[in-house]
């Protein structure tokens, strides 16, 4: 009922950027938090960022993991169904195939949670 799509992965160099995007389609009512999880082989695979949804009464918020605060920034853009990640100053330990991960609510079906299929970044001279 919803696919996850992520875009933005690639090769860069230490100190370099990229930006990932995940396009969320289906039958969507409402996307509810919604962020970036990465896995580097060997490791379990862990939250990099997340963003809640804004409600009638607070804004969006934002969460990151330590190892990419102030380097990494989360954004959605909810006319597209679509979230960022910027990342910054990367680093060879930011190596991982990053995923795509929302808590949806459908039209007329209970509140799934839904993956994508994964993003290779790969950080290396």
């Known amino acids: 009922q919803v696919q996850l799509v992520e875009s933005g992965g690639g090769l860069v160099q230490p100190g370099g950027s990229l930006r990932l995007s995940c396009a969320a389609s289906?039958?969507?009512?409402?996307?509810?938090?919604i962020g970036w999880y990465r896995q580097a082989p060997g490791k379990q695979r862990e939250l990099v960022a997340g963003?809640?949804?804004?409600?009638?009464?607070?804004?969006?918020?934002?969460k990151y993991a330590d190892s990419v605060k102030g380097r990494f920034t989360i954004s959605r853009d909810n006319a597209k169904n679509t979230v960022y990640l910027q990342m910054n100053g990367l680093k060879p330990d930011d190596t991982a195939v990053y995923y795509c991960h929302a808590i949806v609510t459908v039209w007329e079906g209970p509140i799934g949670d839904y993956w994508g299929q994964g993003t290779q970044v790969t950080v290396s001279s």
């Open positions: 963003i809640t949804s804004a409600t009638m009464t607070s804004t969006s918020s934002t």
């Open positions: 289906g039958s969507i009512s409402r996307i509810n938090n």
